[in-house]
């Protein structure tokens, strides 16, 4: 069994919202404090960002501090935890060159996630990616370039949003390629999804569609939380009030805030039965957000005041990372024989084949 290291990332191409809280940045914070691993990576992924940004790459480096704030306000920490920026890593590169060696274009149009990016982001049949409507290679492969993020750190728990479980198994595919080829090199990894169906699948605050900042229906982790206008509910399923509160809600906060029940069933039940108003659901709704989202965003403020010790985090987090991917690239560059400098026995039989 190989040790414990988690790993994941975000795209920068925006702030963080509640929806990545409950998806997934809430559980590496529980892992991170839970313990038992040997290493735990987050990282900025602005090398993907790019590739369906490459044409603004200042959207990219503005939102790279964001993430990084968004981050540190949410509890994870550079001691435990380290943090670095994707385009910093050259070895993924590396890797990635080699993975497509061993991935398909076929399979590479099944993967169910980037045909849906496809069609939303518009990628037509054109042939010219800039100025065009076509379809950019970086993007077409960016599950390649995860499977490097994901192995060149010998991840085995990769805690994400339900979206990115294609990635996983292309993920664990190409492992297996390399190593039944090149022999036991990398490590297969398993995703960690969020606990629960409202956590999964967050809607926005028009409670229809999947929060999302191209729809303007986020709840980001800097609002503030008086501020926040849930669409008017109706009844439980499918109500955004409820959702809200299957992703926040604990039995503590009925104690707290509600002692009328004891948690959120009998809430539902006295609901779903009648005679309980909306606005008393919103207003607990308020008060549960608050009470998880406040703390946030008043340590958001504190690491806004010393931006320059946050890129430091990064550059730390960067040179701690390259000693890792430098390792795996030792034995994956041994693993496919291209390790022609430091392989005495190589030069050795070569020298005793021309002397023959
Ligand atoms: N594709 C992920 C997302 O859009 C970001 C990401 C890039 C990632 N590389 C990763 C997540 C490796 C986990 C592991 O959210």
Redesign the pocket.
Known sequence: MAEKVI?????PTGRLHIGHYVGSLRRRVQLQNEGGYKDMFVFI?DA?ALTDNFDNPEKVRQNVVEVALDYLACGLDPSKVTIFI?SAIPELAELSFYFMNLVTVARLQRNPTVKTEIKMRGFGEGDDAVFGSGLPVGFFTYPIS?AA??TLFKATM?P??AD?KP?LEQTVEIVRKFNSIYGETLVEPEIVLPQNAASQRLPGTDGKAKMSKSLGNCIYLGTDPLHINVADPGHVEGNAVFTYLDAFCRDEHFGLYWPEYANLDELKAHYTKGGLGDVKCKRFLEKVLNEELEPIRARRKEFEKDIPAVYEMLRKGVDKARETAARTMDEVRKAMKINYFDDKALIEEQSKKYSL
């Open positions: 790993l994941t990332g975000d795209r992924a993907q994707q995860q993020d994901i990769v994400v949003g990115q990635m």
